[in-house]
C-alpha cells in the first residue's frame, strides 16, 4: 500500500471516531490494509503534519488516543457533503471537481491535500466502475 492509501485509510478510519481510538483499536480496524509498521509510520507523519492530535486515554495513562484534528474533520465532512450532493447525476462532475480544487486551494496542510487527493481518485474511478457495470 502506498503513503497516499496509507493516509487514507487512517483518515477515513479516523474521521468515523470523533472520539478518537487507541492505536491497537485503529490498527485492528486497518487489518489487512495496512501494517501496524506501516501505521505508526503513517500516524507519525500525519501527526507531524498537524492532521491529528494525540492524548493521553484518561482510563490507562500509558496508552493514547489518536484523533483528527476538528479542522480536518470539518474538511471531510464538507467533501462528504458535496459527494452527496452531486453524485446523483454525472453531468455534475464538473461540479464536483470544481468544489474539490475550491476546497485544496483552501489548505495549506500537505497530507490533507494529498488526502483530497486520493479522495478525488477514487471517487473518479468508483464513478468509471459504475459506467462498466
Avoid at 489487512?32 to 494525540?54: A, N, Q
Avoid at 497530507?111 to 471517487?123: G, K, M, V
Wanted: aromatic share 6%.
Amino acid at each position: 500500500m502506498s503513503l497516499k492509501n496509507a493516509y487514507s485509510s487512517v483518515i477515513d478510519t479516523l474521521h468515523k471516531r470523533p472520539n478518537g481510538v487507541s492505536f491497537n483499536k485503529l490498527a485492528n480496524d486497518l487489518k489487512g490494509k495496512i501494517s501496524r509498521v506501516k501505521l505508526v509510520e503513517t500516524l507519525g507523519k500525519l501527526l507531524e503534519d498537524g492532521v491529528l492530535e494525540v492524548k493521553e486515554d484518561v482510563r490507562h495513562k500509558q496508552k493514547k488516543v489518536f484523533k483528527l484534528r476538528e479542522e480536518v474533520r470539518e474538511k471531510i465532512k464538507e467533501i462528504n457533503e458535496v459527494e452527496r450532493s452531486l453524485m446523483n447525476d454525472v453531468s455534475n462532475l464538473h461540479l464536483i471537481l470544481k468544489k474539490y480544487a475550491e476546497i485544496a486551494k483552501e489548505i495549506k496542510n500537505e497530507s490533507i491535500r494529498r488526502y483530497i487527493e486520493f479522495r478525488l481518485n477514487s471517487l473518479i474511478l468508483e464513478l468509471f466502475r459504475s459506467f462498466m457495470r
